[in-house]
């Protein structure tokens, strides 16, 4: 009976966890929660495009290609990144899956601003007729350029072109918004240094939930 006291005395003067400590533990758990809700969710876009992501020469007919803008230079010529989106889009339309180019980005403005018509020039200068190029100027995001498809051209089907970082998203958000679309990642037709490759994968994480957002709320 004493030792039994002794133990009971024992764990009632234990001193309550100081509110400092309790607060870190919770802020340990939250920052756990929400580090898996973003790796959940960033898997999610990933997983769900995958069925859809395919080698050029897998790529079927369809409606057009859709090529997203990016950076140019203020010479209005296309950073390498943009170049390797277009260079594919090239590729596939010379193997004939669509009769149409679509250039959807950031249009009007100066030599150095205008996304849409860079591409083009790109595109026009090697081989690819003025006539199959269609210009979106209001593609300043991924899901502006993919719901102008359907809502604005009224086009059904559609390989989206884009860096192999990017391409998972506007698959999701194309499916998702009733396009049967089809993902073909551009080749790098440069060497990107580390730090260039990991900012860009870094927003691309970023970018997934905000599609998550647009799409399920």
């Known amino acids: 009976m004493p030792e039994r006291d002794e133990a009971a005395a024992g764990v009632e003067a234990r001193p309550p966890i100081a509110p400092r400590r309790r607060w870190r533990r919770w802020g340990l758990i939250a920052v756990l929660l929400l580090s898996a809700l973003v790796w959940a969710l960033d898997r999610h876009v990933v997983w769900s495009a995958e069925p859809f992501l395919l080698a050029p020469q897998q790529a079927p007919a369809v409606d057009c290609i859709l090529v997203p803008g990016a950076r140019i230079h203020p010479d209005g010529t296309p950073f390498h990144m943009l170049s390797d989106r277009l260079a594919m889009a090239q590729e596939l339309f010379v193997q004939g899956r669509a009769s149409r180019v679509v250039v959807s980005g950031r249009g009007g403005g100066g030599l150095g601003v205008d996304e849409v018509a860079a591409m083009r020039r790109w595109l026009e200068a090697r081989g690819v007729p003025a006539a199959a190029i269609v210009d979106d100027p209001d593609g300043l995001r991924t899901i502006d350029s993919v719901v102008a498809l359907r809502e604005r051209f009224g086009w059904r089907s559609a390989i989206v072109v884009s860096n192999d970082f990017h391409v998972p998203r506007m698959v999701f958000l194309a499916r998702h918004l009733g396009l049967e679309a089809y ?10 240094g580390v730090f260039t490759l990991c900012k860009n994968r870094g927003r691309e994480v970023l970018a997934r939930l905000r599609a998550c957002v647009d799409v399920y709320l």
């Open 183 to 192: 993902g073909v990642a551009a080749p790098e037709l440069v060497e990107y």
